[in-house]
């Protein structure tokens, strides 16, 4: 059974940058597309980016598009999110989730399946 914890969020000024980490366990993550989520108060859950680890496929929101990237340590299982050039709009609880034997984009009968963390807070405020 995978799981996955993330961390690395936290307090970061407009313009700022983090880094946050999915770390995996439980399963190799060769096989899975990872995906990174984020949630707003009083939004919906949208997708930040997707990369699908076999292939290293990539795909990512307009949204963050050219300020956002993923990537992968394979010999530490473990997913990273760069964020640079933060704003307040980038404000949410971010989170992995992963699906095995599908490729980046995920679709929404994919996304239902996912293995999830419990995701970790970034709030982008002066």
């Known amino acids: 059974q995978l799981q996955l914890v993330e961390s690395g969020g936290g307090l970061v000024q407009p313009g700022g940058s983090l880094r946050l980490s999915c770390a995996a366990s439980g399963s190799t993550l060769n096989i899975y597309s990872i995906a990174w989520f984020r949630q707003a108060p009083g939004k919906e859950r949208e997708g930040v980016s997707c990369?699908?680890?076999?292939?290293?496929?990539?795909s990512y929101a307009d949204s963050v598009k050219g300020r956002f990237t993923t990537s992968t340590n394979n010999a530490k299982n473990t997913i990273y999110l760069e964020m640079n050039s933060l704003n307040v709009e980038d404000t949410a609880v971010y989170f992995c989730?992963?699906?095995?034997?599908?490729?980046?984009?995920?679709?929404?009968?994919?996304?239902?399946?996912?293995?999830w963390g419990q995701g970790t807070q970034v709030t982008v405020s002066a």
């Open positions: 989730a992963a699906v095995p034997l599908v490729v980046c984009p995920l679709l929404p009968k994919e996304v239902e399946r996912a293995s």
């Open positions: 990369l699908t680890i076999v292939d290293g496929t990539s």
